[in-house]
């Protein structure tokens, strides 16, 4: 990657598919999890053969979560709310998920957990035993 916080659509999908391909740099995450990258993260964590489809699954609640955490400072409620429709019209049951605990952490704003929603803790709940 050229520039880590200034990514170009196509160098992170070259780099979702590398799967040996190291991480481009610390908070990597945060410069993806942007509105403006949203179609790519829906895609991509969706992608059953994307090698890091977790990690656009992160970036997902990432969007959300900062965005409650900063009361709408960093990300509008209207953008995070028109995300989670378009998260919900993807019918994949991860992103459901997230569908269902994003509106439920937008309307219940004292309910979020950073560990959970800006960390890896979201990832847990997919992970088979």
């Known amino acids: 990657m050229q520039e880590q916080w200034k990514p170009q659509m ?9 799967s040996d391909s190291p991480w481009p740099g610390q908070d990597f995450d945060l410069s ?9 993260i829906i895609e991509l964590s969706c992608d059953a053969s994307c090698p890091k ?13 900062d965005a409650v955490m900063t009361e709408y ?6 953008g995070v709310e028109q995300f989670l ?12 998920t997230l569908y269902k605990l ?3 952490l937008v309307a219940t704003p004292s309910s979020f957990d ?3 929603w800006c960390g890896e803790g979201c990832l847990a709940q997919y992970k088979v035993s």
């Open 10 to 18: 196509e160098e992170i999908r070259a780099w979702a598919f590398e």
């Open 32 to 40: 993806v999890a942007e509105l403006h990258f949203a179609d790519l």
């Open 53 to 65: 489809k977790d990690f656009f699954l992160s970036c997902a609640y990432i969007i959300v979560g």
């Open 73 to 78: 400072e960093t990300r509008s409620k209207a």
């Open 85 to 96: 429709q378009q998260i919900k019209a993807t019918n994949n049951e991860r992103l459901l």
């Open 102 to 104: 994003g509106t439920k």
């Open 114 to 116: 950073y560990d959970f």
